[in-house]
């Protein structure tokens, strides 16, 4: 068997920071919809500068574009692939898109994750947030920061700020989070197929937890 997981949460529940660290642990590839996005910004493509407004709003991308591109990184990864998926589904419809990806490849429903935090949480970890333009390594200034400032400690290379996290932005992402994404958690929620974790435990508590659930 394979280990496929999904981890939904807030803004800065810290899903990057933990899908990063099951990965590693795992050896199952790790993918974000958010990184994805930033990387075809980076790219600067059309599709890149069409959704680099939605990013810098704080708004969702559009389901159709987002459902294209988990689809296709699926795809890449044969019949049955192993997969540590964060920040998707985030709508109901993409939740429904994404029940179909796994009929279509007879795969069962992953093991489903919500990481919980409350929205003062959001807020305090989202100003500080830092992370490495090279390995995509996550830090805070205060939380969880570098050895050296400013520096990646795995390797060496410049942290910096991502663009989305401000007060404006980070405001409505949570309304965005509160209208869209809370009845995605509610939906598998009320299936029964929902692991919850508090995700204000210390980051080695919810890694604990988390593999416990993976393991099962
Ligand atoms: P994240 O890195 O998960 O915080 O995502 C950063 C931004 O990427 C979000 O604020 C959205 O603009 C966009 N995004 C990431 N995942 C999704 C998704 N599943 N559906 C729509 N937009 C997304």
């Not at 299936?191 to 508590?205: A, F, H, T, V």
Request: with cysteine; aromatic share 6%.
């Amino acid at each position: 068997m394979g280990y496929r997981v999904v981890l939904l949460g807030p803004p800065a529940s810290g899903k990057g920071t933990q899908a990063k660290a099951l990965s590693t642990t795992l050896r199952v590839p790790h993918v974000s919809t958010g990184q994805l996005f930033r990387d075809a910004v980076r790219r600067q493509d059309d599709d890149g500068s069409r959704i680099r407004e939605f990013i810098d709003r704080g708004e969702l991308v559009p389901d159709e574009t987002t459902i294209a591109v988990v689809d296709h990184w699926l795809q890449k990864r044969g019949r049955r692939p192993e997969f540590i998926l964060d920040g998707f589904p985030r709508t109901l419809v993409q939740a429904v898109a994404f029940d179909r990806m796994l009929a279509e490849r007879e795969l069962d429903l992953p093991v489903m994750v919500f990481i919980q935090i409350s929205e003062e949480e959001t807020l305090a970890r989202i100003m500080g947030r830092l992370g490495c333009t090279n390995c995509g390594n996550l830090y805070h200034v205060r939380f969880s920061p570098p050895r050296q400032a400013g520096r990646c400690d795995q390797c060496g290379k410049p942290l910096e700020q991502r663009d989305d996290d401000n007060a404006a932005t980070v405001r409505e992402r949570l309304r965005q989070y509160r209208t869209s994404t809370l009845p995605v958690v509610a939906h598998y929620r009320d299936r029964g197929e929902l692991r919850e974790i508090d995700g204000q435990l210390g980051k080695q508590q919810v890694f604990n937890a988390l593999l416990e659930l993976v393991r099962g």
